[in-house]
Nanobody, 118 residues
């Protein structure tokens, strides 16, 4: 069984910063990509940022230059450093991993709330 546990969500003022963490645990053979998605009320879930095992990253246009994704392969952990936060960044942020146990598959965390408001 695999678990992805997120932490770091909070209420922050516009212009502030937050760092999200997500640790994967369980019967993991290998992890290919780890990513952060978000879902705001009334909107579809969208990709925020993704990082592969080799360190290749990609970002949603709306967060480029403000968010940085990083990964500690030894700890099966992914981070999302969020700077210059805006009210429109308010959402539940979900961790995602494409990994192999018996077979390859997508796994999700339970989500962590990020609220940007004055």
């Amino acid at each position: 069984q695999v678990q992805l546990v997120e932490s770091g969500g909070d209420l922050v003022q516009p212009g502030g910063s937050l760092r999200l963490s997500c640790a994967a645990s369980g019967s993991i053979v290998s992890i290919h990509a780890m990513a952060w998605y978000r879902q705001a009320p009334g909107k579809e879930r969208e990709l925020v940022a993704r990082v592969t095992t080799t360190g290749t990253t990609d970002y949603a246009d709306s967060v480029k230059g403000r968010f940085t994704i990083s990964r500690d392969n030894a700890k099966n952990t992914v981070y999302l450093q969020m700077n210059s936060l805006k009210p429109e960044d308010t959402a539940v942020y979900y961790c995602n991993a494409y990994l192999r146990t018996i077979r390859w598959g997508d796994y999700w965390g339970q989500g962590t709330q990020v609220t940007v408001s004055s």
